[in-house]
């Protein structure tokens, strides 16, 4: 959800805001609509809010929270997280829509969409490596099990023992409901895997397996491997993404309910 949020005007929480009656909000936006979890960041806010009123805005509690969910596995805090976020007071589905990258995005298009943001090529494969946790809707990905060229046939790119898997898991292309792990290894598990699978030409996204058809990319895959360096990375990238266009100052505001503007 922090990813969500950053790559739409910044980090500033617009995520997080209900449609009204004249907008339609991001979360309504089809990338967001598999988002979870909106309930426990309001929950977090409301406790918040008793102990320290208009002090911590809902962008640095999703921050905190992306942190926390991962350090959770290790017991311990796996980066600092710089606060002082100020929440936005906009929300536009057609904007989610234009800036959250697609899971059908080509290299060329996945590395524009983040030089957009200000990040490299190095932060694209690195927090692309967060898909070692969640999971992908069928209609995301089935297109490459049935329909890649047009043609009723199957990403060439894909493994074929994985891409039958799938195939029994996703019945067609128009398959909304069913859900498989994006890492088919340790999916509960914050680690290297998605590398190791998408090196194995098991990415489940058509994005995922672009990675591999760079070299630059393809090599920091490779690199991505060793765990020491994929943590040591991932804590450099997501510090740089969150502080994507951050309202600071009297910009924007504290709002005291994260689903909807003072």
């Known amino acids: 959800m922090h990813f969500h949020d950053c790559f739409v005007r910044g980090c500033d929480g617009s995520v997080l805001l209900n449609s009204t009656k004249n907008n339609t909000a991001e979360k309504e936006a089809i990338p967001n609509l598999t988002l979870a979890g909106f ?3 309001d929950d977090i806010k409301a406790e918040v809010e008793k102990k320290c009123p208009g002090v911590v805005s809902c962008a640095d509690i ?21 606060t002082g976020r100020r929440d936005g007071t ?7 829509l234009a800036n ?17 943001k200000g990040l ?11 898909h070692t946790i969640g999971v992908g809707h069928c209609n995301a990905f089935s297109v490459r099990l049935y329909n890649f060229s047009g043609k009723g046939d199957q990403d060439p ?11 029994n898991q ?20 914050f680690d290297t895997r998605y590398f190791t699978v998408l090196r194995q030409r098991r990415g489940l996204f058509e994005s995922d397996a672009a990675l591999l058809t760079n070299p630059n990319s393809a090599s920091i895959t490779r690199e991505m491997l060793n765990s020491r360096r994929f943590f040591k990375s991932f804590r450099t990238s997501i510090k740089r993404m969150g502080a994507i266009s951050v309202l600071t100052g009297k910009s924007g505001e504290i709002r005291k309910v994260c689903s909807k503007i003072n």
């Open 39 to 41: 309930d426990v960041i």
């Open 170 to 189: 996703c019945k067609n292309l128009t398959d909304n409901t069913t859900f498989v792990p994006m890492d088919p290894i340790t999916p509960l598990s």
């Open 62 to 82: 999703l921050a905190l929270a992306a942190r926390d969910s991962v350090s959770f596995q290790f017991k311990r805090s796996t980066w600092k997280v710089l």
């Open 157 to 167: 790119s894909l493994n074929s023992t994985y891409a039958a898997s799938l195939k």
């Open 100 to 116: 959250i990258p697609s899971p059908f995005l080509n290299f060329t298009a996945l590395q524009q969409n983040f030089a957009n």
């Open 90 to 96: 906009v929300s536009l589905a057609s904007e989610a």
């Open 120 to 130: 490299s090529v190095r932060d694209l494969v690195v927090l692309s490596g967060a």
